[in-house]
């Protein structure tokens, strides 16, 4: 059967199509001939939905377009836009069909500008490798345990409290000398390099701490600078970068001799455990009391030895009477030439009755000198774990805090319990404990000065 056109009456009839079909088609059209591409604007009509999905518009001064990012897509992001952020996404033209609109499908999401500030890292960073900046043959080894430690930071960040926190716990007592720098901002990186080379001038600590806490590449952006990159591979001492997250990377972290995930982590590879500090010790001694025991019974045990080998005296005298005495008898039943001869060997006897003395003698030589080497093996032994055990002693108590205490220092504390080390972190009539060599004292702050 044939349909006839209404208008003409002879042509087919076009098909009609359903809407659903017809937005069906335009999305397939969109999507086969729009790539998956990079747009940019600004973030208005932000929704986050139950499921977890995004929903928001991007728009500029002329236009604006719907987009939507899923929560399979939006959970690897490492922030959360908000209505007026400046964001570019990497999305999926396409069209909701269900109400015929045209939309973006996010794929990716990032701030405006992180493009071409990463881009701007990785061209600063290839030409600093290329000049040697970050070669590994160049870093440094941390000391074991160093006397004083310098953090460039800002005083007020929270990267501060947790390295400050960390070392507390650690090493109660090491010294530490905070060099003030912001940490982001206009004019940051100038500053944070202006303070490592400070600290390098000043040469007051052994071990150069460079941190600040997490966040956008635009927030750790002045830890990419080129001038704080080179005064890091250019401080006499070594350094250990802290910066951001563990999945964070700055110019910082490749210049610093060693590079830390966290703040909190630099501080731990900068700083040993007084604890186990205090173990090994105990280790060392109960090793040194262990090897002399067993070297003092060895030498005993080797004396006894000695003294049973050397035959008394009066033993060798004996056994040589009765030998004597024997020549004699046969001498009297000797007869004839014999007798003669037997009188010539009495005679060599009567001189060999010398040899004992001598012997004596030479024997109770020999036993003196063994008896002062023996003296002087276990005094030398003796004296040589007293002097290592006396160097550990003295290390140790460098790093006792009491000894410090002992010289007139005094250690001021917060209610909190807090440690002050700025006159800035205390208020006018607050509260605070003063800890002295023997015993605390409780005060109340009457001034402050800053200076």
Not at 209 to 224: I, Q
Request: aromatic share 6%; hydrophobic share 40%; proline share 5%.
């Amino acid at each position: 059967m044939e349909f006839l056109d209404d208008s003409s009456g002879h042509a087919p009839a076009s098909p009609v199509l359903t809407v659903s079909e017809l937005n069906r088609m335009a999305r397939r059209a969109l999507e086969s001939a729009l790539p998956l591409l990079w747009v940019g604007g600004e973030v208005s009509n932000f929704t986050r939905a139950a499921s977890g999905h995004w929903y928001f518009s991007l728009k500029d001064a002329g236009a604006q377009v719907r987009c939507v990012m899923f929560r399979g897509r939006n959970q690897f992001s490492d922030f959360t836009p908000a209505n007026g952020d400046h964001v570019e996404i990497r999305a999926l033209p396409s069209l909701y069909e269900a109400r015929g609109e045209f939309q973006l499908g996010a794929e990716a999401i990032r701030r405006a500008g992180a493009g071409q500030l990463y881009e701007a890292f990785l061209k600063l960073k290839a030409k600093l490798a290329a000049e040697g900046l970050f070669d590994p043959m160049k870093k440094r080894i941390l000391p074991r345990f160093p006397h004083r430690l310098g953090i460039v930071t800002s005083p007020q960040a929270a990267a501060l409290r947790d390295v400050l926190t960390t070392l507390a716990r650690r090493m109660p007592g090491l010294p530490v000398i905070v060099y003030p720098a912001p940490v982001q901002g206009a004019g940051a990186g100038m500053q944070i390099a202006a303070a490592i080379r400070t600290a390098g001038q000043r040469a007051e600590c052994d071990v150069l701490l460079v941190c600040r806490g997490g966040g956008s590449l635009e927030d750790l952006w002045a830890f990419n600078d080129e001038r704080v990159a080179r005064a890091i591979a250019a401080s006499p001492m070594p350094v250990v970068s802290g910066v951001g997250h563990e999945t964070d990377f700055t110019l910082a972290d490749f210049a610093a001799d060693l590079r830390a995930p966290t703040p909190t982590a630099a501080a731990e590879l900068a700083s040993p455990v007084r604890q186990e500090l205090l173990l090994q010790l105990d280790h060392l001694a109960h090793q040194f009391h262990r090897h002399h025991a067993r070297r003092q019974q060895g030498e005993m045990q080797r004396l006894d030895y000695l003294a049973r080998r050397l035959v008394h005296p009066a033993e060798q005298l004996r056994r040589r009477r009765t030998d004597l005495r024997q020549l004699a008898q046969r001498l009297q039943h000797a007869s004839g030439t014999r007798l003669t001869a037997e009188h010539l060997r009495l005679a060599r006897l009567n001189q060999r009755l010398a040899t004992p003395r001598h012997a004596i003698q030479r024997e109770q030589q020999r036993l003196d000198a063994l008896d002062l080497r023996a003296r002087r093996a276990v005094q030398g032994g003796f004296g040589q774990h007293q002097l290592t055990l006396a160097r550990l002693a003295s290390s140790l108590a460098h790093l006792n805090p009491e000894g410090v205490l002992a010289r007139g220092y005094s250690i001021v504390q917060r209610e909190n319990g807090s440690v002050v080390q700025d006159a800035a972190m205390l208020d006018a009539g607050e509260r605070i404990g003063i800890r002295l060599h023997r015993g605390q004292a409780r005060a109340t702050v009457e001034s402050v000065s800053k200076d």
